[in-house]
């Protein structure tokens, strides 16, 4: 076996290795979803609410945004609901469908979270764990006003 053929079978065992390695769990949206659905009782009403909330809407929740802390959800492995839940949960999953509905931890989320994602598709994982996203849609919209200012 010659230098070279020991390098790269080393390389795709580390390589291998790697990919293979632990990674973290991450909860469904569906479990997300019925999470924020048990801890603030929102019920059909809810999804009332999402029809009527349009673009005039979502600016007014991001302006009138402050600094926010992220809600401390706790999240089960995986979602145990009634009937209607289930029913309530895939209509909500199915209106907002974007990935940012992973990191949604409240109500408030749950709606901004298709603005958000809209106006900037890549934001971090990391930031979209630990920020807001009414903190985050207002950053966002800070951004396109001053884009639209400059010549």
Do not use: C
Not at 15 to 40: M, Q
Not at 117 to 124: C, E, I, S, T, V
Not at 130 to 142: D, I, M, P, T
Request: zero cysteines; proline letters at 7%.
């Amino acid at each position: 076996m010659t230098l070279f053929e020991t390098d790269l079978k080393r390389n795709l065992k580390a390589n291998r290795a790697r990919e293979s390695g632990k990674k973290p769990f991450r909860p469904s949206r569906f479990t997300v979803v019925s999470a924020i659905i048990k801890a603030y009782g929102l019920d059909l009403a809810f999804l009332g609410l999402l029809d009527r909330v349009d673009e005039r809407v979502f600016h007014n929740l991001a302006k009138s945004a402050k600094i926010k802390e992220k809600p401390g959800l706790e999240l089960p492995l995986f979602s145990l609901t009634t009937e209607d839940g289930y029913y309530l949960t895939n209509a909500i999953k199915e209106k907002l469908d974007n990935p940012y509905l992973n990191y949604a931890r409240d109500p408030e989320e749950l709606i901004l979270s298709p603005f958000l994602y809209r106006m900037n598709p890549a934001l971090p994982e990391e930031i979209l764990a630990n920020r807001h996203f009414a903190w985050l849609s207002a950053q966002e919209l800070e951004k396109i006003t001053e884009n639209r200012k400059l010549p």
